[in-house]
């Protein structure tokens, strides 16, 4: 999906889901729309119906940032959200140079981050590009996720692995709320960078693969991982509740460490014990098909 259609769908998207209540503005007249008429968006936004059109066909090139704040504040868009229509705004109109700037960007893991990640010998931990791929891994990490690791088609890369690997729904317990998390975050990343060729062969690759997929993609929602709870279910270790921090790299690798870890005194914590000795006397070679109580 090009910048203009992504501009044009999302704000659609945004405007089909208020109504002209929740707007404080009346409702008067036959609705052929499920939410907000453009009329009523440009009013909110006080701009005319005629520019707003232009900007839901896709148009969001040289819009200022007081109109996309007024039209944030009009669509209600949440934080994430009006982070998206600024990338979006921003991806608008790069010239040929910025274009191909962004083609060649392939970050790598710097040594010292590999070291902090090798460091954490009693926390599951990544290094995660933009893409939802694990570049890095300590062994721990490795062990928790054995089962994408196993699985050559997945390429390190967590948004296949719950797509395609029918193991995934049993791993995550909440698969769906995982699933449409992995979908906004791919979905906010297309906007910084439309012109990431690896990006788009993904979600081309994920669409065509996954009905599942196809479907969250098309509600245009977004999502930024930051702190939250996982909850896993593990073949060898049970259930696990962990939390999760995910750490952005100071530069423009687009690069995060991703650290999980269990409360003191929690059956998590004794998992991930368990689960750091498997990893240790077997090197994850063994069939993780029983659970260890």
């Not at 109109?67 to 921003?90: F, G, I, N, P, S």
């Not at 460091?119 to 990490?141: H, I, K, S, W």
């Not at 962990?242 to 998590?268: F, H, I, K, R, W």
Request: hydrophobic residues 40%; contains cysteine; aromatic residues 8%.
């Amino acid at each position: 999906m090009g910048n203009r259609d992504a501009v044009s769908a999302f704000l659609r998207s945004r405007r089909d889901r208020i109504t002209p209540e929740q707007a404080g503005l009346p409702a008067y007249g036959q609705r052929r729309v499920p939410g907000l008429r453009r009329g009523e968006v440009a009013t909110l936004a006080g701009v005319s119906v005629e520019y707003y059109t232009r900007l839901e066909r896709g148009n969001l090139q040289g819009v200022s940032d007081s109109v996309l704040d007024a039209l944030a504040q009009a669509l209600r868009l949440d934080a994430t959200e009006r982070m998206y229509l600024y990338d979006l705004a921003r991806a608008a109109g790069p010239g040929p140079k910025a274009r191909a700037r962004q083609r060649e960007i392939r970050p790598t893991v710097r040594p010292s981050v590999a070291r902090i990640v090798e460091g954490m010998p009693e926390m599951p931990a990544f290094v995660m590009n933009n893409r939802l791929d694990t570049r890095a891994a300590n062994p721990l990490g490795r062990a928790l996720y054995s089962e994408m690791y196993a699985d050559p088609t997945c390429g390190a890369n967590v948004a296949r692995f719950a797509f395609f690997n029918p193991a995934a729904r049993r791993f995550y317990t909440d698969w769906e709320r995982m699933a449409r998390f992995a979908v906004g975050a791919l979905r906010i990343e297309a906007g910084k960078s439309p012109y990431d060729r690896e990006l788009s062969n993904l979600i081309g690759e994920l669409s065509t693969r996954s009905d599942a997929f196809r479907v969250m993609w098309a509600s245009h929602d977004v999502h930024v991982f930051r702190e939250s709870t996982k909850r896993l279910n593990h073949p060898l270790v049970g259930d696990l509740e962990l939390d999760q921090e995910t750490m952005s790299l100071p530069d423009e690798s687009g690069l995060s460490v991703v650290v999980y870890s269990a409360p003191p005194g929690t059956a998590a914590e004794d998992g991930l014990k368990l689960l750091a000795s498997w990893s240790a006397t077997t090197g994850q070679k063994q069939d993780a098909g029983t659970v260890i109580r």
